[in-house]
């Protein structure tokens, strides 16, 4: 069965340091590869996806993700975190038949001064 | 473009009763779903709609209903709300294997 893992259920970094969530996937296939990020209230932001081709994606506000086929994984990585990434972040998976998606638990970020 | 719009933002009910959650874009895309998001959880699929008059049963489908009469709309409809029911609900709509959410209705059923 499909599934996503984010181990961390919540981490806190110093601003200006750098970041790294994990996220594991179970699938059948190579699926597609997602992270979204929430911020309070808010509705959910693709921050990057992952479909086929080059294993490391470049996304919006300076993240990067790698996908690793034989860690079944795809980390979000940001070498220096700004206090405004204060947010949940949401990896997902998605059939690349279409038609579902499935979602991890999620990661709370808090960003101390 | 507005993109995926959700009304209402919040909504009490009460037990046993009934309500439609409305989720509307305007991007022309085909393929739209509701997801429920409680702590812990992460969101999961309710209902999903591949165009218009096709509706299929996602994750966790119980006690909602959904259908699908143009492109532009699908809502979510609760015909007996439950405690369970309390959840922050979004929708969101797909392009090119993409999803792009609405910005959620949190839902209090008493």
């Known amino acids: 069965a499909q599934s996503v893992t984010q181990p961390d259920i919540h981490i806190t970094v110093s601003e200006g340091a750098s970041l790294e969530l994990r996220c594991n996937y179970s699938?059948?296939?190579?699926?597609?590869l997602f992270w979204y990020v929430q911020s309070p209230g808010q509705g959910l932001q693709l921050l990057l996806k992952?479909?086929?081709?080059?294993?490391l994606v470049q996304g919006i506000k300076g993240f990067e993700a790698e996908f690793k086929r034989s860690q079944s994984s795809f980390n979000l990585r940001k070498p220096s975190v700004h206090w405004s990434d204060a947010a949940e972040y949401f990896c997902?998976?998605?059939?690349?038949?279409?038609?579902?998606?499935?979602f991890g638990t999620g990661t709370s970020l808090t960003v101390i001064p | 473009n507005a993109g995926v719009t959700q009304t209402p933002k919040f909504q009490v009910l009460k037990t046993g009763q009934s309500m439609t959650l409305q989720c509307a874009q305007d991007?022309?895309?085909?393929?739209m779903s509701w997801y429920r998001q409680d702590p812990g959880m992460g969101l999961r699929l309710i209902h999903y709609?591949?165009?218009?008059?096709?509706?299929d049963q996602g994750e966790v489908p119980n006690g909602y209903n959904v259908s699908r009469s143009t492109t532009e709309d699908f809502p979510l409809r609760l015909l007996s709300a439950a405690p369970s029911q309390t959840s922050v609900y979004f929708c969101?709509?797909?392009?090119?294997?993409?999803?792009?959410f609405g910005p959620g209705t949190r839902l209090t059923v008493l």
């Open positions: 991007m022309n895309h085909e393929y």
């Open positions: 709609s591949v165009g218009a008059g096709i509706t």
């Open positions: 969101a709509s797909e392009m090119g294997d993409t999803q792009y």
């Open positions: 997902a998976v998605g059939a690349p038949t279409g038609n579902q998606f499935y």
């Open positions: 992952y479909f086929s081709g080059d294993t």
């Open positions: 699938y059948g296939a190579t699926p597609y």
